[in-house]
């Protein structure tokens, strides 16, 4: 697939493999592996990090196949899940950064435009969300209330 905001073609990469049943190599236990969850969604770890010491540590090489849902799913129905989207909220720590760093070097065009490019994905994303609910309808980026919405 290609990148959206350079000339790159992108790479390709390796595919999982179809299959509707977890490895007979794997752990199994689905109540293990939802306290596991909720043991490292304490910690601090985000949902992508979680599944990666899943699969690293305890063998469990995709979660969904073992427990039946998303390790974001799980979250939500435990209630820990954040008031956004991880992957909104990675964008708007992205962006706040930016605007952090162009706030002490005001001629960096390079950067101004990288801000740019994020709002844009920040306002893709946020267009989805909404469409599918998890976002409220009224949900608006602004600039200026950013840093209230990530800290």
């Keep these: 697939m290609s990148r959206m905001h350079s000339g790159g073609k992108g790479k390709s990469g ?7 049943e977890a490895p ?13 969850i909720l043991n490292l969604a304490n910690e601090g770890h985000s949902t992508a990090m979680i599944g990666t010491i899943l699969r690293d540590r305890h063998a469990v090489p995709n979660v969904r196949l073992v427990t039946g849902e998303r390790v974001s799913e799980t979250l939500a129905r435990n ?27 005001p001629k ?15 306002r893709r994303l946020a267009r989805y969300y909404i469409g599918t609910g998890r976002l409220p309808q009224d949900w608006i980026y602004k600039q ?6 990530v800290e």
């Design 14 to 20: 390796s595919t999982r493999p179809h299959t509707s």
């Design 24 to 36: 007979a190599w794997s752990a199994n236990d689905k109540a293990e592996i939802e306290e596991l």
């Design 79 to 105: 209630g820990i899940s954040g008031r956004y989207p991880e992957d909104l909220m990675n964008l708007m720590r992205k962006a706040l950064n930016l605007m952090d760093h162009l706030s002490s070097n």
């Design 108 to 122: 960096d065009l390079h950067n101004r435009r990288q801000l740019a490019l994020c709002e844009s994905k920040i």
């Design 144 to 149: 200026n209330q950013l840093r209230l919405m």
